[in-house]
């Protein structure tokens, strides 16, 4: 079974938490693009596998961001329970509560959803992940942060609520598949200085 999300101090500190990945998210179109006033862009296939291929520093194989110059962002996770969290902060005791409830962790359209990870902790690391298919090295060098459409795909005030909470950017250092079930955190280690002041440097601005 999973274990509580933040029970342990990932980075330097861990060497086995099982967790599961609750959704995977790979999309070709870039959905919540442009003014959220528009709406989103229509998209007729899957978005939503039950396992996807990795590439290693390209990503997910049919992804939006695979084979793109944005490698250190190809792969982004979050935990659903973020978005619990979020639901529990802008509709309970809510007076006009928003109309679609529950929210869904899936539209925030982060590649991989969890549930009993503690994502945001895994950020500035290189970490592991066995989703029953073999061990997948990734670094994660910045956060995966909100936009303004988390008001328009959630409620009023999950952009700013979001802040910190929305998940992580991460480059695969290996080429595997990722399934939904059952999963392992491994081998987590913090990047050293260095290595992220390099790595940033040269990031591309988003």
């Given amino acids: 079974m999973p274990g509580e999300i933040g029970r342990r101090a990932y980075p330097g500190g861990v060497t086995t938490t099982d967790f599961a990945i609750s959704a995977l998210v ?3 179109l870039r959905r919540w693009d442009g003014r959220p006033s528009d709406g989103p862009t229509p998209f007729d296939g899957d978005e939503h596998p039950a396992s996807v291929r990795v590439r290693a520093h390209k990503g997910l194989v049919g992804d ?7 490698t250190y962002a190809a792969v982004t996770f979050i935990a659903a ?4 969290r979020l639901q529990q902060q802008l509709v309970d005791g809510a007076l006009f509560p928003p109309e679609h409830v529950p929210f869904d962790p899936r539209d925030a359209r982060r590649n991989v959803v969890t549930q009993g990870l503690d994502v945001d902790a895994l950020v500035r690391t290189a970490f592991t992940v066995d989703a ?11 956060p995966a942060n909100p936009c303004a459409w988390m008001n328009q795909v959630y409620a009023p005030g999950a952009h700013q609520a979001l802040r910190g909470h929305a998940g992580i950017r991460c480059e695969p ?5 990722i399934s939904i079930g059952p999963a392992r955190l491994l081998d987590v280690e913090p990047l050293t200085d260095d290595e992220l002041r390099r ?4 990031a591309p601005i988003t």
């Fill in 81 to 84: 329970e973020k978005i619990a």
């Fill in 132 to 142: 029953g298919h073999g061990p997948i090295r990734f670094r994660s060098i910045t």
């Fill in 173 to 177: 250092l290996d080429g595997g598949q």
């Fill in 64 to 70: 939006r961001y695979f084979g793109t110059r944005f």
């Fill in 199 to 202: 790595r940033v440097s040269t």
């Fill in 26 to 28: 790979v999309s070709p």
